[in-house]
């Protein structure tokens, strides 16, 4: 079972499912990120904003419109902290970024954020490469069992083992899903505490003026979906 859920690690890795939101999203062909959130009709302020609203009417010499607010998607837990607006889609959360001011990776602590790239993108390729021959494996599995199921001779008795072979291989899929997600999560949670650690070395060799010493790097998370 060990190395099913291994194999399934890298299947989900490459395969993983779309959490899509269930209100304020049309079908696409790629995974939908963004959503547009409309608010209360509020009085327009400037015509340059008028672009920002939509169902606009307008009220003796005002305009009035529903503002409209795009909402990202939060590909992890960690991020929550850099979103406001946080509100749950269907099987995800969804919020508006803040604007943060991310710090300038110094000089001083550049070496260490590169080790820390390293480092994860080391540990997610390890998983893939160990779970892909594993999940081959565990194909393999599936198809002695069907070839193994058509040796019966009723019907009943092929489509009963053929049954033991599905389910077998669904429940196989459903933990190694599970086991991805703590992976990718434990993953990512060590790429932040490296991060913090990294951010450290600057912290205090920084200018006056600066508004921000945190290390926030927009990596686009593991570039799939779950």
Known sequence: MKKIL??????????????????GEKKADKPVTMVEVKKEQEKISSPDDVVNFTNI???????FGMRKIILEKITHPSEIEHFEKVKKLGNALWGMRKDDNQALVRPEAASCVKTAFDKRDATLKSGITTGTTTLLSTIDTRTTCQKAALDKTTVKEQKEANKVCVETFKKAIESGKEATKKYRDNVWQTFNSDLKACNLLQASNVPANTTSTDIKIEDGGLGMEF
């Open 6 to 23: 291994f194999a399934l690690i890298a299947f989900s890795l490459v395969f993983g499912t779309v959490a899509m939101a269930k209100e």
């Open 57 to 63: 009417v307008k009220k003796g010499k005002e305009l």
